[in-house]
T-cell receptor
Framework: DSGVTQTPKHLITATGQRVTLRCSPR?????VYWYQQSLDQGLQFLIQ???????AKGNILERFSAQQFPDLHSELNLSSLELGDSALYFC????????????FGPGTRLTVT | GQSLEQPSEVTAVEGAIVQINCTYQ??????LSWYQQHDGGAPTFLSY????GLEETGRFSSFLSRSDSYGYLLLQELQMKDSASYFC??????????FGKGTRLSVIA
């Protein structure tokens, strides 16, 4: 158990819908990272937040957005969902100065039908 | 941008030693990390090399050569439970961590 929690574990929704994925980092970690993992693309970095502020942006679509709240939990919002958005979404956390050592949550498996 | 190359699959015998190589291209390189991911599980951190040389952690060791933009993960005394995917990842100036596509290790009896 990494100490990072994610909800829900599974999510099935239809194309065009909007969903919110939630992540709570390890106690004391200020950085939260979101990743998308699909079979053909591997682990793709989406976005990083540090202490409530956006720190780095990766291959995140405009239809996706995220935020980190004062209690440091984070939410990833996915809208206008397409079939290709079906994937595993991981959240990870780290102490600010150690982005190379990240602790991953169990993931949310999103299926878009 | 950044790119990493690692073999897609490796098979090794229980009790043996296996080496998983990783070459990378990136600007502003800070270091090379390794992660393990079992099927259906989350990636877990194994090691990090910022400087040239070998880092040993139990049965696992990781090596980095900054001049060659190359590193490897060495797994000794292989066990069946080591069957998993192994990812190298680079930390660089623009992106916290960029992952390779992973190497699927199968340990056979």
């Amino acid at each position: 158990d990494s100490g990072v929690t994610q909800t829900p574990k599974h999510l099935i929704t239809a194309t065009g819908q909007r969903v919110t994925l939630r992540c709570s980092p390890r106690s004391g970690d200020l950085s939260v990272y979101w990743y998308q993992q699909s079979l053909d693309q591997g682990l793709q970095f989406l976005i990083q937040y540090y202490n409530g502020e956006e720190r780095a942006k990766g291959n995140i679509l405009e239809r996706f957005s995220a935020q980190q709240f004062p209690d440091l939990h984070s939410e990833l919002n996915l809208s206008s969902l397409e079939l290709g958005d079906s994937a595993l979404y991981f959240c990870a956390s780290s102490v600010r100065d150690t982005p190379y050592e990240q602790y991953f949550g169990p993931g949310t498996r999103l299926t878009v039908t | 941008g950044q790119s990493l190359e690692q073999p897609s699959e490796v098979t090794a015998v229980e009790g043996a030693i296996v080496q998983i190589n990783c070459t990378y291209q990136t600007s502003g390189f800070y270091g090379l990390s390794w992660y393990q991911q079992h099927d259906g599980g989350a990636p877990t951190f194994l090691s990090y090399n910022a400087l040239d040389g070998l880092e040993e952690t139990g049965r696992f060791s990781s090596f980095l050569s900054r001049s060659d933009s190359y590193g490897y993960l060495l797994l000794q005394e292989l066990q069946m439970k080591d069957s998993a995917s192994y990812f190298c990842a680079v930390s660089s100036g623009n992106t916290p961590l960029v992952f390779g596509k992973g190497t699927r290790l199968s340990v056979i009896a």
